[in-house]
């Protein structure tokens, strides 16, 4: 059958290798560069589906032993003069139906025509009212387009891919990407489809804003995929590569604030701390509430062994956001080494901690833990210290008691037994070994314990 030979494969029954090859072929064969082509394309796919659907009606039929006549579907397709025109001919035991000429073509292309037009348009593609008026056509709820409307938004993706994090989330509420993750990762390359799950979830989502009612004077495009390699070189921990990057984007546009916080990143690792702070002061001045940009500058401050800088930095936090893991554990750092225990403790006693689970922890959970450690630091200012020391005494008390019956209880009733039994002289001297060996023991199992 030539429609496998325009397929590139050999026959087959998987679906699955199928769709592989259509969506191969459809980055070559375009829907709006090549309708023929396209056409062609789409016929082959169509049969190969057809040829797999009738094969397994067959075995089913066989397995069931059933013989009754059933409808069949031909299709002809004819291209004449770059227009398509599609003939289905419904062919029953008893009669012939014509049915009217198929467009699914002409609204795919119309379809993708529409995303290109807006996604042109700046002004609107970031506007995600836009994006919800072009997914309410009608178009978009017909059942049996609904594997096209998919490929051809992910050939249309691979070029248009710089959106607002709510345009990702739109197109993800109408075509179900996240959902059908699991199909895609078939057909797609596994960094391409977990791009697009990051931008959906806004894990990676750079921000628009700073763009909006603004005449840029650039190439707003080529900025936008420079900013996108400047993430991935960082992510990657790449800083080498992303440092022509950000120079390169830095020239076009100043006023981003994701560009700043990255070269700020950028800055801060390759260990130049007077550039990364003034990068965080720029986007401060775009964005005065940023939470990375504070929760950063106060690290940095804290390795600089601006104690005092930190901490403001972090009091600044604590108005905008309030009081978290992050803020707390360079605040804490900062004020431990300063020796601000009394402030610390008094802190403690007043705030309850919020855990965010932000990327930017920065210091290990087991310093607040550290504090308790009579060892390291007085315990004077420590209002929960006494009430602490006993507790542990009760429990340890506890544990010494469990674990010298636990050693001890059998030896203590053969003993008890031996004793009322037969009353041998100068017994008691068995039961002094007893105690002592299990006290010794038990003493050993502590200090394991502790250790």
């Not at 554990?329 to 689970?357: C, H, Y």
Request: hydrophobic content about 40%; charged content about 30%.
């Amino acid at each position: 059958m030539n429609f496998w030979q325009t397929l590139g494969i050999e026959p087959t029954g998987d679906k699955s290798a199928i769709k592989r090859a259509y969506a191969k072929l459809l980055k070559i064969h375009h829907p709006e560069d090549d309708p023929q082509g396209y056409q062609k394309l789409r016929e082959a796919f169509d049969r190969a589906m057809k040829a797999v659907i009738e094969e397994e009606q067959k075995k089913e039929k066989e397995k069931e032993h059933d013989y009754e006549y059933k409808d069949e579907i031909e299709i002809d397709v004819v291209a004449a003069g770059g227009d398509i025109n599609e003939e289905i001919r419904y062919r029953s035991t008893y009669r012939w139906i014509d049915v009217a000429p198929h467009q699914a073509l002409n609204e795919v292309q119309l379809f993708f025509r529409q995303m290109k037009e807006l996604y042109s348009d700046f002004t609107r593609r970031i506007d995600p009212q836009e994006w919800n008026a072009l997914m309410a056509d009608d178009f978009l709820w017909k059942v049996e387009y609904q594997e096209e409307r998919l490929n051809v938004l992910m050939l249309f993706l691979e070029k248009h891919h710089n959106l607002p994090h709510e345009v990702w989330q739109i197109l993800d509420r109408s075509f179900h990407l996240v959902e059908d993750k699991e199909y895609l990762l078939e057909i797609y390359d596994e960094p391409w489809i977990e791009f697009i799950i990051r931008q959906i979830y806004g894990a990676t989502a750079l921000n628009y804003e700073c763009f909006a009612n603004r005449e840029l004077h650039f190439d707003i495009e080529h900025y936008l995929t420079l900013r996108q390699q400047a993430q991935s070189m960082l992510m990657e921990d790449r800083p080498e590569e992303a440092a022509d990057v950000l120079a390169e984007a830095h020239q076009f546009f100043q006023d981003d604030p994701d560009l700043q916080l990255m070269r700020a990143k950028y800055f801060r690792r390759v260990g130049n701390t007077e550039e990364a702070l003034a990068s965080l002061d720029d986007l401060l001045a775009l964005k005065p509430e940023d939470y990375e940009a504070h929760l950063l500058k106060a690290q940095i401050y804290y390795e600089e062994q601006m104690y005092n800088e930190a901490i403001r930095e972090c009091e600044l936090l604590r108005e905008y956001h309030g009081l978290d893991k992050d803020i707390w554990s360079v605040s804490l750092a900062s004020k431990l080494e300063l020796g601000r225990l009394e402030e610390i403790w008094k802190e403690n006693a007043e705030t309850k901690v919020n855990s965010t689970g932000y990327v930017h922890f920065l210091f290990d959970a087991s310093l607040g833990q550290s504090l308790w450690n009579k060892h390291l630091f007085s315990q004077k200012y420590n209002p929960y210290y006494k009430l602490s020391r006993k507790n542990v005494i009760k429990f340890f008390s506890f544990t010494c008691g469990v674990i010298f019956l636990r050693l001890s209880w059998l030896y203590l009733i053969v003993f008890l037994a031996v004793q009322l039994l037969f009353h041998p002289p100068g017994f008691m001297i068995v039961l002094y070994l007893i105690l002592g060996v299990s006290a010794w023991k038990t003493l050993r199992t502590l200090k394991l314990l502790c250790t």
